[in-house]
């Protein structure tokens, strides 16, 4: 088991609890987690007023060592929609390839929380939601 020099207040990006509090404290981490969401064709979104790449249970961190952490990113791929399981949107994510592949075409990012409570409040939602539908459509 891996540990890292992580404390209570070193959380910098993104949420530890479900989107209550919603961190974007580090302009440094910010710019490169738009880099890397940029980078690998994901679109921006607004949780509680403040803008993420990737999903909003992803957690940057400055540890003790006074580097970047950034863990909980399993579902930084945006979901298919969902067919039949409405949970499914945690677990059935489209591939990388096909996101990057889709962001070179369209020139628009897809969003890690498409589909889900996360989205709530953000007046790009219906955006959101058509960029990963089409994607659907296109996989069927």
Avoid at 29 to 54: C, Q
Avoid at 72 to 81: N, S, T, V
Avoid at 93 to 107: A, G, I, M, R
Wanted: hydrophobic share 30%.
């Amino acid at each position: 088991m891996s540990l890292l020099p992580l404390v209570k207040n070193s959380l910098k990006y993104g949420s530890a609890d479900g989107g209550v509090t919603v961190h974007t404290d580090d302009e440094t981490l910010n710019r490169a987690m738009e880099k890397s969401g940029k980078m690998i064709g994901l679109r921006d979104h607004v949780i509680n007023g403040k803008t993420i790449y990737g999903p909003g249970d992803i957690e940057g961190h400055m540890g003790e060592d006074g580097k970047y952490y950034v863990i909980d990113f399993g579902r930084a791929m945006p979901p298919e929609a969902p067919l039949d399981i409405p949970s499914a949107i945690f677990y059935n994510l489209l591939h990388p390839t096909f996101v990057w592949k889709h962001k070179k075409k369209k020139s628009q990012g897809l969003c890690s929380d498409a589909f889900s409570s996360w989205l709530r409040g953000d007046k790009e939602e219906k955006k959101n939601l058509q960029g990963c539908c089409r994607c659907n459509c296109f996989l069927i």
